[in-house]
């Protein structure tokens, strides 16, 4: 059988996809495509007019499982309406023989709940005032969904999910995490919930044994929201507090109808998905929620092997700021900072452990008078992460430090270490991926070089000569934009050629500071010396650490409001576009007094590639987002945002690297691949 899954990037359309490509040839549209996709399966963009049209004409099952939740206010439902329309409008029965709807639960909410205690799909439904836009959106589409296809005389399937679960869905690990913010529930309410893969599992077999113009709840579980409540807190380690029972049924009547189920105690039918289908779910309350997460501290190979074969998902940590503007996460997670030493050092190149700090490869190499070609501001940064995040600086020659690695050794989910020299196509699928831990990195190095950096001070008017290619009249470009002041602080380093008898030394800046701070600050060190000199880490990466580490990383992930920091990245031919479009939304930012705009240049020497990096510090999470969207818009999804800062959830992990086989010069060897149970 040949599908098409619109919406396969989504919580829900990442399982469908898994779920029928394994059985059937399966055409995945996205909205922005991944990196990789499942062997066997043909990949398509939704903004592709012609690759949809084919994706859509040459599969007899089309099955609309996208939603834009992006798009805010009226936006939403004109760009879902857009979406579907498109779609009924491509379907044709010469090739089409059934289009499936994901609608939801949420139109239920029109029901009386007195008169429909229990939510069975052959209620007639009919819209009512108080409803939200997605609860709207749902009502209509179920309606055109219908008419179109009677009128083409292709067969539908409309169905209805419940409360969907599994890992990283809202309603799991999404309540979890917020049970530790606040932990409360209500009381004396029926929740129908249903696993994922579940789901997944019972539209195939509605698929497969060939339902159609129905409409099908796709649900599994009751249970009680006092269950539902007290152990997603529990979960979350956190008491709970139930609210009182005069204040659920005066809230009753706020809570929106996406959430309807909350306001009355009403049962969603389940027994119909179970007897058409023939799937029955077996899983009680716990399983359908991730386990607690373990931390395994990495000393060994041994303890790298228990979680890379542990069959569940997980994430590695460095010695990064990740985990300072970003959630906590629910996986478990492996922590490399202790593997960490060098291995060997060969003629032009030094290999050490995945937990090694770049200031502890930099230290290795000082006394020999070698350093790395490109460096970031701060240096307390495990090598590992140098692999997956383009950990940069500014540079004229070097995207990122991730270009100057030579090889690697990573462990896969069998346990089987592998080493690896440099091959892009091989490692752009690998930096994508979520089952590997890389253990050692190879970098190459070069002779120590002495720099001197020239701070100056611009009208931002400035900064346009910059985008538009003027950083690459220095070796290495930084700008801190201060839009309120309209002012920029420029970092404008350079290969010593002299000495100068009014130069000085090399300090740690405050780049994220006030702007009058900073003139301050910067008066108060250099005191009329002109340059700042010195080797080359010492001017590129002059923060080895940060004070009170600790404290300021409980201070970044505890606050009252989350600090975050975010950092996009977009190519330099689109950067022009991105500034012009930033400068006109910062009012509508609100930025505070105060509050700057980084921005880094960096380029690939060999293949003449420039990008621009654009950075953001605040309390403020819809100002990253603003950012992220913009960069989305100007490119045409050809964005990248920096993964070791904060990540959206929206953002996916095509967005979290540069990909390196596209555009660059490829390594004409094969690579080489060695195998070892060490």
């Not at 836009?133 to 209509?140: E, F, N, V």
């Not at 023939?278 to 309350?285: N, S």
């Not at 091989?426 to 002495?450: C, G, M, Q």
Request: charged share 25%; net charge neutral.
């Amino acid at each position: 059988m040949k599908v098409c899954l619109i919406g396969a990037g989504g919580g829900i359309g990442r399982q469908l996809l898994k779920t029928f490509s394994e059985k059937h040839e399966v055409t995945a549209v996205y909205r922005t495509l991944p990196v990789t996709a499942p062997e066997g399966v043909v990949l398509a963009r939704f903004g592709d007019d012609a690759g949809l049209r084919a994706a859509v004409a040459g599969s007899e099952v089309v099955i609309h499982a996208a939603l834009d939740q992006k798009s805010k206010g009226k936006a939403f439902t004109t760009s879902n309406r857009a979406v579907t329309e498109r779609l009924l409008d491509l379907i044709q029965p010469e090739t089409c023989r059934l289009f499936v709807y994901f609608s939801s639960q949420v139109v239920y909410a029109v029901l009386d709940a007195e008169k429909h205690p229990v939510q069975g799909e052959d209620a007639v439904l009919e819209d009512r005032p108080g409803l939200d836009a997605y609860t709207k959106l749902k009502l209509t589409e179920e309606q055109r969904v219908k008419e179109v296809c009677a009128a083409k005389g292709i067969d539908y399937l409309i169905v209805r999910p419940t409360v969907v679960m599994g890992p990283h869905m809202q309603w799991s690990s999404g309540i979890v995490g917020a049970m530790r913010m606040a932990p409360f529930g209500l009381k004396g309410r029926t929740i129908n919930l249903i696993h994922v893969a579940d789901l997944s599992e019972q539209l195939l077999a509605l698929v497969e044994r060939g339902v159609k113009n129905d409409i099908v709840n796709l649900g599994d579980l009751d249970v009680t929201s006092d269950e539902y409540f007290r152990h997603a807190a529990g979960l979350a380690g956190r008491p709970i507090f139930f609210a009182p029972g005069w204040l659920t049924g005066a809230a009753g009547k706020a809570i929106p109808s996406t959430l309807w189920f909350f306001a009355h105690d009403v049962t969603v039918a389940s027994d119909k998905v179970r007897r058409l289908s023939g799937v029955e779910p077996h899983r009680q309350l716990p399983d359908f929620f991730e386990p607690p997460a373990k931390v395994v501290v990495a000393r060994d190979l041994d303890a790298v092997r228990e979680i890379a074969t542990s069959g569940k998902p997980f994430h590695t940590v460095g010695r990064g700021y990740y985990l300072w503007f970003n959630d906590r996460m629910s996986t478990d997670q492996l922590v490399m900072e202790h593997y960490a030493g060098v291995v060997r050092q060969d003629e032009g190149h030094i290999t050490v452990r995945a937990g090694t700090t770049l200031r502890g490869v930099l230290d290795h190499l000082a006394p020999q008078d070698l350093t790395l070609a490109t460096l970031p501001e701060f240096v307390d940064i495990s090598a590992g992460a140098c692999f997956f995040a383009e950990v940069h600086g500014s540079s004229a020659e070097y995207i990122s430090v991730y270009d100057l690695i030579t090889a690697i050794r990573y462990m896969d989910r069998a346990g089987v270490e592998h080493h690896s020299q440099r091959n892009d196509f091989e490692w752009d699928r690998l930096r994508a991926s979520h089952d590997i831990v890389v253990t050692e990195v190879t970098f190459k190095t070069v002779p120590n070089y002495r720099l001197a950096n020239v701070i100056e001070w611009h009208p931002d008017s400035a900064l346009d000569e910059y985008v538009a290619g003027g950083y690459q009249k220095n070796f290495s470009t930084t700008v801190h934009w201060y839009p309120r002041s309209r002012e920029l602080m420029v970092y404008n380093v350079n290969p010593l050629d002299d000495a100068h008898p009014k130069d000085r030394g090399p300090f740690a800046p405050m780049r994220g500071s006030p702007a009058a701070m900073q003139k301050l600050l910067l008066s108060l060190r250099l005191r009329g010396r002109l340059r700042i000199v010195g080797d080359s880490e010492q001017v590129l990466a002059p923060w080895t650490g940060v004070p009170a580490k600790e404290i300021v990383g409980r201070f970044f992930r505890d606050g009252r409001r989350r600090v975050r920091n975010l950092e996009v990245c977009v190519p330099d031919y689109h950067a022009a576009k991105f500034v012009e479009k930033l400068r006109g939304r910062l009012p509508q930012m609100a930025l505070k007094a105060g509050q700057g705009v980084g921005v880094r240049f960096t380029r690939s020497a060999s293949s003449g590639r420039g990008f621009v990096w654009v950075e953001m510090t605040s309390r403020d999470a819809s100002q990253m987002h603003a950012l992220v969207e913009m960069a989305d818009e100007v490119t045409g999804g050809e964005y990248w945002v920096h993964r070791g800062k904060y990540v959206p959830s929206t953002v996916s992990v095509d967005h979290l690297f540069i990909p390196r086989s596209l555009g660059l010069p490829l390594t004409t060897a094969e690579p080489k691949t060695e195998e070892s149970k060490t």
